[in-house]
């Protein structure tokens, strides 16, 4: 009698257990993801004070909650990833007249996290797109939602949190 009870509860969970991962599955390769809120509009405006910087270590920082913990980012622009030379050449071997905009590009730790390591751009509209390591708890990507999902609402969350963990 037991054995029939421990079976059929075995049963259940092995069914309702991918059931709930799903859920939270994006595709294949992304297991679990969360919303994640912040302001953007504020996060746009200290990316725009920070390209305008006369100092190159202007400290834009990012507070979010997402993965059950809370994340404080400092960043400060990448002045290291593209060369001072940097030529973007066309198909047909020829210069670009206007070299591209590298402001964007970030790196910085989660506040109060040694060895963390943030990287990654802040968007148009103040997106923040990147990867974040923590030796803690593991890896996680910030993306724009709507890479995955139909377009949605202007009050929905912009972005969203994955863990590779």
């Excluded at 994640?36 to 507070?63: E, F, I, P």
């Excluded at 940097?86 to 590009?105: A, C, M, N, Y």
Aim: charged share 25%; net charge positive.
């Amino acid at each position: 009698m037991f054995g029939a009870f421990l079976i059929k509860h075995v049963l259940f969970l092995s069914i309702l257990i991918p059931l709930i991962e799903s859920v939270t599955r994006l595709n294949q390769y992304i297991r679990h993801y969360e919303p994640v809120h912040y302001d953007t509009g504020d996060l746009k405006r200290s990316h725009a004070r920070a390209k305008r910087s006369v100092t190159r270590n202007h400290v834009l920082d990012l507070r979010f909650e997402a993965h059950g913990r809370h994340f404080a980012l400092r960043m400060r622009r990448d002045l290291g990833v593209f060369s001072d030379n940097l030529e973007v050449i066309d198909s047909r071997g020829k210069p670009f007249e206007t070299q591209p905009d590298t402001s964007h590009v970030y790196h910085g730790h989660i506040v109060g996290e040694p060895d963390s390591y943030v990287f990654g751009s802040i968007l148009d509209g103040g997106h923040f797109e990147g990867k974040i390591i923590s030796p803690k708890s593991g890896n996680y990507y910030v993306e724009k939602a709507a890479r995955y999902f139909r377009p949605l609402p202007s009050n929905s969350s912009s972005s969203s949190s994955s863990s590779s963990s």
